[in-house]
């Protein structure tokens, strides 16, 4: 595998609210994550922060990742209690009060990857069946789109693109949406925050994602786009690269 994270505040914002990382653990298996913060002045931050150490300390104690349904189980046990630790810290810090974060992660093995999604930060995939999204926003506007009220063209530009649905340490109970797909050697993996997605368009990321090249160099290559277009989010984005048996390694992990 070849894996890294990568973020950058962008040219309008004047903090980073995004957090995230790509984490291995003592098996090998890859744990990446993408944590888009909101709530207030620098509130996003801790929120984003919190989920993502708490998940990482719990990767590292994972023992065994056989199946799918351990994957999903570890997701929806561990981003549950990140749920709560966050909403606990927000009620009892007024200055944190609200606070909460998207997240997108993705568990990989050599064999499959199962991802969790809370939110509108997402994740794509790149495998012989070609480009595509995996997730689902849990957006204002996405529900416009699913109800046919407007066109997915008229959803990259609406005035309430960024108003989501759903987000981790809000509400005492959370539902998240997880799915699992077979990985293989050339496939590859794409988590981003909507500072990346709703400027970078999904041929653009394709293109990039399918040079040849380090991916430190194509995560470079997809931030300095956003930033070209505009950059007034920030932008976090996680690659994955199932290379051949044998070579493995993490850059900025």
Same mark, same amino acid.
């Given at each position: ?47 984003? #922060? ?19 349904? #351990? ?61 595509? #999204? ?14 046919? #009220? ?104």
């Amino acid at each position: 595998m070849k894996a890294i994270f990568k973020t950058d505040t962008g040219k309008v914002r004047p903090h980073n609210e995004d957090n995230g990382g790509v984490f291995v653990n003592h098996r090998g298996d890859y744990l990446a994550i993408v944590a888009d913060g909101m709530g207030g002045h620098k509130a996003g931050e801790v929120a984003s #922060q919190c989920a993502v150490s708490h998940l990482k300390d719990q990767w590292q104690q994972v023992d065994t990742m056989e199946t799918p349904a #351990q994957a999903e189980n570890w997701f929806r046990t561990n981003i549950t209690a990140v749920n709560k630790q966050i909403l606990k810290y927000s009620r009892e810090n007024k200055e944190y009060e609200g606070m909460g974060t998207t997240i997108v992660a993705v568990i990989v093995t050599d064999k499959f990857a199962t991802v969790a999604n809370i939110g509108d930060s997402r994740c794509y995939v790149m495998n012989e069946q070609g480009y595509k #999204q995996l997730t689902e926003d849990h957006s204002f506007v996405n529900e416009l789109v699913k109800t046919g #009220q407007i066109t997915p063209e008229d959803a990259a530009h609406h005035p309430r693109k960024n108003i989501v649905l759903k987000a981790v340490g809000t509400e005492p109970d959370i539902e998240m949406d997880t799915k699992t797909i077979t990985f293989e050697e050339g496939d590859k993996i794409l988590l981003c925050s909507d500072g990346l997605s709703d400027k970078v368009t999904k041929d653009e990321m394709e293109s990039i994602l399918n040079e040849q090249g380090d991916v430190e160099e194509k995560a470079g290559k997809l931030i300095q786009m956003a930033n070209q277009y505009g950059g007034e989010d920030n932008i976090s984005l996680a690659i994955i690269e199932y290379e051949a048996r044998g070579e493995s390694r993490c850059n900025g992990c």
